[in-house]
C-alpha cells in the first residue's frame, strides 16, 4: 500500500460498530449499521449492504447482510443516540438527523436487495457461497438478505403512507390523491449522509454550484442551506417515498386507489410484526441459560437464577422488552385503523 505513498484510508458508515481485536485493512468501506467481528485483510465495500454482520472465518471475511435489522442492539442503538444529544440551545450549530430508517438507508436495502439477486441468478442457486468484493455469502445468508431487504423496505414505505394519512379520511378517491401528491419533486433522486444530516443529493450539488457561481458566500449562508435541508426532510422523505411507490404499483398517484393503499399497508402490517417478533426473539436469548453463568458465585441453580433476576430482572418486566410489546400492538392499531378509513372509499 505504499508503493507511491500510504494509502490507508477508510469509511465505516453511520451507525456501524466494531467488536474488540477488530482489525480491517484500508482502504474498505463498511456498510450503514453494520458490526465488524475479527480482522479482515482484503480490501472489501459493503455499502450496499447495509445492517449487516461481517464476520472472521478462516482468514476469510464473511457478509451476513441485513441480520442486524432483526437485532435488539441496533433499535436500542437508535434510541439512546438522540438521548444523549444534550445540546440545550434551541439553534443548533449540527444537523443531525437520528432516524434509523431513511431515504439513505432504505435505497440502501433496495440496492442491496437487487445485487443481491443478481448474484444469485449469475452464481446459480446450487452455489454454497457467493463473493462480493472481497467477502463471502453463505447461500442461506443471501436469501435471508433479500427477505430482510424487503421488510425493511415495506416498514419504511408504510411508516411514510401512515404518516401521510394520519387523522385523514378523504371523502372520495380524488382527495385521497391529493393528500397522497407530493409538494415536491426533490428527492426523488439518490440521497447522502453529510456527516450526520440527510439529503437528496440533488440539493447538495445545487448548494455547492450556488457556492462556486457566488450566490453563496459566506458560512452564514451555508449554514442557512444546510438548516433548510434538515427542515425540509419530511417533504423530501415524503417525494422519495411516493416515488418508490408509484414504482412498485406501476401507476401515479393520480390513478392509485384505496384497494392500492390497501395492499400497501398490508405489505406494512405485516413486515412490522415479523421484524418485532424478531426483535423480541433476540431480547429474549439476553435471559437465557448461558446468559446466567457468571451470577450465584456460591449457590446452587436457584440462587444463581435468583441473583441474576436481582441484577438484570425478568424476561416479562424488562422495559424495552415491554416497548416492543407496545410497539407491536401500536402499529397493529394504526395499520388496523387505516385499513377502516380506505375501505369506505371502495
Excluded at 453494520?34 to 482468514?59: A, C, K, Q, W
Amino acid at each position: 500500500m505504499y508503493k507511491l505513498g500510504p494509502n490507508h484510508q477508510g469509511i465505516v458508515e453511520r451507525g456501524s460498530k466494531t467488536t474488540s481485536d477488530s482489525y480491517i485493512l484500508w482502504p474498505a468501506k463498511v456498510g450503514a449499521f453494520t458490526v465488524v467481528m475479527g480482522r479482515h485483510y482484503r480490501n472489501s465495500d459493503t455499502s450496499d449492504l447495509p445492517f449487516s454482520y461481517l464476520i472472521e472465518h478462516d482468514d476469510e471475511s464473511i457478509l451476513v447482510p441485513g441480520v442486524n435489522l432483526q437485532k435488539v442492539g441496533t433499535v436500542r442503538d437508535a434510541r439512546k443516540w438522540p438521548k444523549r444529544d444534550l445540546r440545550k440551545d434551541p439553534v443548533k450549530l449540527d444537523f443531525i438527523n437520528f432516524k434509523l430508517l431513511s431515504p439513505y438507508t432504505i435505497q440502501k436495502m433496495l440496492s442491496g436487495a437487487r445485487l443481491l439477486s443478481n448474484l444469485k441468478s449469475m452464481a446459480g442457486e446450487t452455489s454454497d457461497y457467493y463473493t462480493y468484493h472481497s467477502v463471502k455469502i453463505k447461500s442461506l445468508s443471501l436469501c435471508n438478505g433479500i427477505k430482510l431487504y424487503q421488510m425493511g423496505a415495506d416498514k419504511f414505505l408504510g411508516n411514510c403512507l401512515i404518516k401521510r394519512l394520519e387523522n385523514k379520511q378523504p371523502k372520495n378517491a380524488d382527495e385521497l390523491r391529493s393528500i397522497l401528491a407530493p409538494e415536491t419533486t426533490t428527492g426523488t433522486g439518490k440521497w447522502v449522509d453529510l456527516a450526520g444530516l440527510f439529503a437528496p443529493l440533488e440539493v447538495v450539488q445545487k448548494m455547492l454550484d450556488d457556492i462556486e457561481s457566488g450566490k453563496i458566500c459566506t458560512l452564514e449562508d451555508v449554514t442557512e442551506c444546510f438548516r433548510s435541508i434538515h427542515e425540509n426532510y419530511s417533504a423530501y422523505e415524503w417525494a422519495w417515498a411516493a416515488d418508490i411507490l408509484q414504482q412498485r404499483l406501476g401507476k401515479s398517484i393520480d390513478k392509485m386507489t384505496a384497494d392500492d393503499i390497501l395492499e400497501m399497508t398490508a405489505k406494512w402490517k405485516e413486515a412490522v410484526i415479523k421484524l418485532d417478533q424478531m426483535l423480541y426473539d433476540d431480547a429474549k436469548k439476553e435471559f437465557s441459560p448461558s446468559a446466567q453463568i457468571g451470577f450465584g458465585i456460591d449457590g446452587d441453580e436457584e440462587t444463581k437464577h435468583a441473583d441474576f433476576g436481582a441484577v438484570r430482572g425478568t424476561f416479562e418486566k424488562n422495559s424495552f422488552v415491554a416497548e416492543i410489546e407496545k410497539h407491536i400492538d401500536a402499529k397493529t392499531k394504526l395499520g388496523d385503523d387505516l385499513i377502516g378509513r380506505m375501505q369506505k372509499l371502495r
